[in-house]
């Protein structure tokens, strides 16, 4: 099994550009989810899946798209990047949300984008 | 107020040493605590989590819970340089679920051989 993987490993926008970070998994899990990492704020969610066809917004949704047409896919697309979207930006995914926390969430390497 | 709050560092210590990673809280209502490992340049990999106040042991890492002062540590016996990462506690907001996380901001941990 590969994992989680993601794409690009980096990537520098301007300013109003668009992009989709893209994260896959071959694991048949339920859950998918997107966190941005920036320094001194820990991880933060940005949007989740509970399964195909389904997304909700996390705690920082704004700026941020999402859709799961697929299982194993759960594309993040910026729509209009800012600075402020500067970060690492981390997909991860479990067996179930039903499993609650404990339910071990493996990450993805990463992606690190600079908004110019 | 962060909900979660944790020294950023960073700690350095020798090898060998006991290390300890604390983190505070200000939500009594927090189910599960967790601790994540993140190696340089990857993502963050769960490496233990507890649900009632005490001890867990796995290893050489306890994880210790303390409701009745919102404090939890990860303590790291006899460290290894390979133990160098960012360490990351993460707590559950009632009915959570994995969407419910709520993460500190991560210790940098170095062990000097």
């Known amino acids: 099994n590969a994992g989680v993987t993601q794409t690009p490993k980096f990537q520098v926008l301007k300013t109003g550009q668009s992009m989709t970070l893209q994260c896959a998994q071959d694991?048949?899990?339920?859950?998918m989810s997107w966190y941005r990492q920036d320094p001194g704020m820990g991880l933060r969610l940005i949007h989740y899946?509970?399964?195909?066809?389904?997304?909700d917004q996390g705690e920082v949704p704004n700026g941020y798209n999402v859709s799961r047409s697929t299982t194993e896919d759960f594309p993040l697309r910026l729509l209009s990047a800012a600075p402020s979207q500067t970060s690492v930006y981390f997909c991860?995914?479990?067996?179930?949300?039903?499993?609650?926390?404990?339910?071990?969430?493996?990450f993805g390497p990463g992606t690190r984008l600079t908004v110019l | 107020q962060k909900e979660v709050e944790q020294d950023p560092g960073p700690l350095s210590v020798p090898e060998g040493a006991i290390v300890s990673l604390n983190c505070t809280y200000s939500?009594?209502?927090?189910?599960?605590f967790m601790w994540y490992r993140q190696y340089s340049r990857k993502g963050p990999e769960l490496l233990m989590y507890?649900?009632?106040?005490g001890n867990k042991e796995d290893g050489r890492f306890t994880a210790q819970v303390d409701k009745s002062s919102k404090y939890i540590s990860l303590f790291i016996r006899d460290s290894q340089p390979s133990d160098s990462a960012t360490y990351l506690c993460?707590?559950?907001?009632?009915?959570?679920?994995?969407?419910?996380?709520?993460f500190g901001q991560g210790t940098r941990l170095t062990i000097n051989p």
């Open positions: 991860a995914s479990s067996y179930s949300v039903l499993a609650g926390a404990t339910d071990t969430q493996y």
């Open positions: 899946s509970v399964g195909a066809g389904i997304t």
């Open positions: 993460a707590m559950t907001k009632p009915g959570g679920g994995a969407q419910k996380l709520v």
């Open positions: 939500n009594s209502a927090f189910q599960y």
């Open positions: 507890t649900y009632s106040s």
């Open positions: 694991m048949n899990h339920e859950y």
